[in-house]
């Protein structure tokens, strides 16, 4: 019930006797009752339907947007993600002076409902965002780019918001830090300040990983190295050089060219560079066909090179070993590989899990 129902309730219900009664003739019970629905239903977040309005809205109100994936009609872990988390006054409260919302609701076979508005426009969503799952939420900005994810959570409300405010506060500073460099690059009038600026890029991706709000960066860190020869004119030029790559590497962005220029600006591993290249290409790879020459350079770095970061390393071997028995079928060369990236001892436990089962542990 709305507030402006709940009012017109207070307004026109009739005067009974009994219990004491205000001057307008309602009970006092009843009246508190009607209080505190009206509070609740201040409390309740408000949900839109069209993505697009709520872009709007949020551009205007200097937001961003949250979208919940649920299945209302069948997917349980969306119905506990409202009871504990998304019909709560604590979540409403966050809600009202961070993001705008948006609910796409879909059947259990993950198509949007078409008795609802906006189901087209919903399963367009879903496919470029690549929700595969239930219940997602979704956190992108005014403009459209999605910057976090999150599911269901045990913990309830506060954990969670907490997090999400979390991921906004990041994501804003990275809009921050990505505008001032853009517009440091755009009114450098020196050599000297284009320098300075490109190396601000190149410090800002490094900072931002894999974050898509790091991406209007790679241009310019692309570009940055390109001026740059390959192992430097100079110490200056070859660390510059060296950031950019481990750069573009940290950002997953990385093509056969910078692997080539990774290993030849590094061939001692000294740095780092292939290392990284390498395992951002690995961990980028689009189509089986494109694993065997990253697999073949790993195999040639093991026997050659010594390791630079051993938690890089380990998911580099990890996944050419996953790649090795599960596309080229060879288990005993897959088991070697594994063996050796456990001994880096990873930290992550989903890696350390897969690299027994490949290691046969």
């Not at 201040?42 to 709520?54: G, S, T």
């Not at 490094?206 to 940055?224: E, Y």
């Not at 290993?263 to 000294?270: E, Q, S």
Request: aromatic share 6%; with cysteine.
């Amino acid at each position: 019930m709305n507030l402006a129902a709940l009012v017109l309730l207070a307004a026109s219900a009739p005067s009974i006797s009994g219990p004491p009664q205000t001057g307008r003739g309602v009970e006092v019970p009843a009246m508190e009752a009607v209080k505190e629905a009206v509070q609740q239903a201040a409390q309740e977040a408000r949900w839109y339907a069209d993505i697009d309005e709520a872009r709007r809205i949020a551009g205007a109100e200097g937001k961003h947007v949250l979208v919940d994936f649920t299945g209302t009609g069948w997917c349980s872990w969306c119905k506990k993600l409202d009871a504990q988390v998304l019909g709560t006054p604590l979540f409403a409260e966050a809600a009202a002076s961070n993001f705008v919302l948006v609910k796409a609701d879909f059947d259990a076979q993950g198509n949007a409902r078409r008795d609802l508005p906006c189901a087209d426009k919903n399963d367009a969503l879903k496919k470029s965002l690549g929700v595969s799952g239930f219940p997602s939420i979704i956190l992108m900005t005014a403009d459209g780019t999605a910057y976090a994810a999150m599911g269901y959570e045990r913990g309830g409300a506060g954990p969670y918001v907490d997090k999400l405010v979390e991921q906004q506060r990041r994501a804003r500073e990275l809009e921050a830090a990505v505008a001032a460099v853009k517009s440091a690059v755009a009114s450098a009038s020196s050599k000297e300040e284009a320098l300075a600026a490109a190396l601000a890029a190149v410090d800002g991706l490094q900072s931002a990983g894999p974050h898509q709000l790091g991406r209007p960066l790679v241009p310019i860190v692309r570009a940055f190295l390109s001026g740059i020869p390959v192992s430097g004119a100079t110490p200056a030029e070859s660390d510059a050089e060296a950031q950019a790559i481990l750069a573009l590497s940290g950002a997953n962005v990385v093509d056969d060219a910078l692997v080539d220029r990774a290993f030849r600006a590094d061939p001692k591993n000294a740095a780092g560079l292939p290392e990284a290249a390498l395992a951002a290409a690995m961990r980028t790879v689009g189509d089986p066909s494109e694993v065997a020459p990253l697999i073949l350079r790993a195999e040639a770095m093991l026997a050659t090179v010594p390791v630079h970061d051993r938690q890089v390393a380990a998911q580099l071997y990890g996944d050419c070993a996953y790649w090795i028995k599960n596309w080229q079928q060879d288990a005993e060369r897959a088991r070697i590989m594994a063996t050796f990236a456990l001994r880096l001892d990873p930290v992550d436990e989903n890696l350390r899990r897969m690299l027994k089962d490949l290691a046969g542990k």
